[in-house]
């Protein structure tokens, strides 16, 4: 299994910006998907999940009504639309896959397999 994040950058507060993460060797559609972020000194923590056929999807209150997760199955890609961006939401970004879970779910622990990382800066 293979997770490739893309679409970080540096940004200033109050801009967008869209995260890729492409997977490969695993039938994506059997998956749920979930974003990660991990701020220098902190825990990594839930962003946003969102079902293997799309229907679901779970936010942090601290994005909810900024942040947008979707998938396209055909494609094996799942997209983080982030807006509103603030400097608190600066971290490195992940994509995370879990196979076992009936539903999303928010914790770590749950997600087998991960993406490297992807760098979103926002500047006040």
């Known amino acids: 299994v293979q997770l490739v994040e893309s679409g970080g950058s540096l940004v200033q507060a109050g801009g967008s910006l869209r995260l890729s993460c492409a997977a490969s060797?695993?039938?994506?559609?059997?998956?749920?998907m979930g974003w990660f972020r991990q701020a220098p000194g902190k825990e990594r923590e839930f962003v946003a999940g969102v079902s293997r056929n799309g229907g679901n999807t779970v936010y942090a209150d601290s994005v909810k009504g900024r942040f947008t997760i979707s998938r396209v199955n055909d494609k094996n890609m799942v997209y983080l639309q982030m807006d509103s961006l603030k400097p608190e939401d600066t971290a490195i970004y992940y994509c995370?896959?879990?196979?076992?879970?009936?539903?999303?779910?928010?914790?770590?622990?749950?997600?087998?397999?991960w993406g490297q990382g992807t760098q979103v800066t926002v500047s006040s």
């Open positions: 060797g695993l039938r994506f559609m059997m998956f749920n």
């Open positions: 995370a896959a879990d196979f076992s879970a009936a539903d999303v779910k928010t914790v770590a622990y749950v997600y087998e397999d």
